[in-house]
């Protein structure tokens, strides 16, 4: 629960004397005063959930797409252990876009409708760049090289002996 409090709590600041929710993905820039206790509670669960079914898709979706690629790379096991390998990569790949990609495409699809009935357009304010102290490309760096390392370890791997 604490790793999904804190992704509910980087939606929430204080800006000019009232709270405010940035929601993710939604108007870069433009947050929307919190008008009550109340209000801020419904839309902390609402966030809760959404980020929940996004780690539970996201978490399912790909052990089942691992399953399913090593399943059909056994059957067609014939050949060269590197062709055994890259076979079993595009299956995974192929598998993992269709059981992961298409239903966190739906589920982000509903998540932008369903703020329309948290956010209204006169509640809507300017928010300061503080929330940049995050950089998004500092997840696609750590991405970048973890894939750089997964590369050279499957070409050490599949090196003739």
Known sequence: MGLLDARVDRAFRNENGSRVVVF??????????????????????????????????????????????????NIQSIGKPEEHVLRTTCI?????????????LLLWRSYKKSLLSFASAENEVEVSGRG??????????????????????????????
Not at 37 to 58: D, G, Q, T
Not at 92 to 100: D, E, I, K, T
Not at 134 to 155: C, D
């Open 92 to 104: 995974y790949l192929g598998m993992s876009a269709l059981l992961v990609g298409v239903p966190s």
């Open 24 to 73: 993710a993905g939604y108007r870069r820039g433009r947050g929307y005063v919190v008008a009550s206790p109340a209000e801020e509670a419904k839309i902390r669960s609402f966030l809760k959930m959404y980020h929940f079914s996004e780690f539970l898709v996201l978490l399912l979706g790909s052990s089942l797409a691992y399953a399913w690629s090593t399943f059909f790379a």
């Open 132 to 161: 940049s102290e995050r950089r998004p490309w500092v997840g696609y760096a750590v991405s970048a090289i973890a894939l750089l390392l997964l590369a050279v370890i499957v070409f050490y791997l599949t090196l003739p002996k």
